[in-house]
């Protein structure tokens, strides 16, 4: 879908933001670039739809070389969602949403219809929001609508630069997985920026962490955090790795007793299941892309042990942001 080829960018008058940078990224891949502030990451989206132009090097989105396109035809097949949402204020939630396809040439029927088929995909109501102003939605709102405007004329692949940062937790935990369930049901090819590892390893099918404008490693998050490239990659990932000793006893500790069978109970055959050795992580993801609420848990036979509740997992992760955000603060910085 994308390849970087030995691409460079020096900002006129100031240093060099992207050296060399090799990258391919697959059809369908959810791609997190990450890495500390300055390192380059936003430099590295913004030229994927030419609003940046590399030095040197060649990007390909599809096959063709980006700088042989109109960059304005480039921009319209492909979604761009930023934190400072970027809705116009003047115009409704509808017209918004629709802004590109108007563009396009859509007609005024055809518009509607796709606004109308949109909103439901992120729980809001057509009827009761096509017509508002941005100004009459709540912050997580506004930036679900921004994300619908990236997927309106329908682009397989869509870059999102720290798009829920500016979000309190909770709106964001809700928005991050409403985003990783529609890229696997819509099938989007997604590259996103953050500075938060949580966020990538929740979100992220590949991690790319980059420091000083190279890329220091990319790989799956397992690849990530249980096997380093370097002292840098394990320092950054530190917090989240798998402690060996207490990763069994971790997921344990969490989940409920299976108990008795009652009707009331959830049948645990019917849940999406973790393996008790899982990391918290792990089971993080797998309720997202499953869009679980609860998981059951399995021993190494296949079988069944205990139910994971969503609740449980968050508060549990909650608590160890809390206790290390001074460390992160560290390694971020
Ligand atoms: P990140 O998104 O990882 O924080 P950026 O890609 O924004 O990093 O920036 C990489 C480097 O390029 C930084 O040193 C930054 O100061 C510099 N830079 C970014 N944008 C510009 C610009 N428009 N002009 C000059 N320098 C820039
Ligand atoms: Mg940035």
């Not at 792990?282 to 036979?301: H, K």
Request: charged content about 30%.
């Amino acid at each position: 879908m994308i390849r970087f080829d030995n691409v460079s960018k020096v900002y006129p008058g100031g240093g060099t933001a992207v050296k060399g940078l090799h990258l391919e990224v697959e059809p369908g891949e959810f791609v997190c670039l990450i890495g500390p502030s300055g390192c380059g990451k936003t430099t590295t989206l913004k030229m994927i739809n030419r609003l940046q132009e590399p030095t040197s090097g060649t990007i390909y989105v599809s096959g063709k070389d980006i700088m042989k396109q109109d960059p304005v035809q480039l921009r319209r097949g492909i979604g761009y969602v930023i934190q400072q949402i970027g809705l116009f204020p003047n115009m409704t939630i509808g017209e918004n949403i629709a802004v590109v396809l108007k563009l396009l040439g859509w007609p005024k029927e055809k518009r509607r219809q796709r606004v109308d088929d949109l909103l439901p995909l992120v729980g809001m109501d057509a009827d009761q929001y096509r017509d508002r102003y941005p100004g009459q939605l709540s912050g997580g709102q506004q930036q679900r609508v921004g994300v619908l405007r990236a997927l309106a004329a329908q682009p397989d692949l869509i870059l999102m630069d720290e798009p829920f940062g500016a979000l309190d937790p909770i709106t964001r935990d809700i928005l991050q997985a409403e985003v990783k369930q529609l890229q696997v049901k819509l099938s989007k090819t997604i590259v996103f920026v953050t500075h938060d590892m949580e966020e990538a390893l929740k979100l992220a099918d590949r991690i790319v962490l980059m420091k000083d404008g190279t890329i220091l490693q990319h790989g799956t998050p397992d690849d990530l955090l249980k096997r380093p490239a370097d002292e840098f990659v394990e320092r950054f990932m530190g917090r989240y790795r798998p402690k060996e000793e207490t990763a069994d006893a971790g997921i344990r500790e969490l989940m409920l007793p299976l108990g008795g069978r009652d009707a009331s109970r959830p049948d645990p055959e019917r849940c999406p299941s973790i393996e008790a050795g899982c990391t918290v992580q792990e089971a993080m993801r797998t309720m997202f892309v499953a869009d679980a609420a609860l998981l059951t848990v399995r021993d190494e036979s296949g079988r069944p042990v205990g139910l994971l509740t969503r609740e449980r997992l968050v508060e549990r992760l909650n608590r160890e942001q809390g206790q290390e955000q001074n460390q992160d603060q560290e390694q971020i910085s």
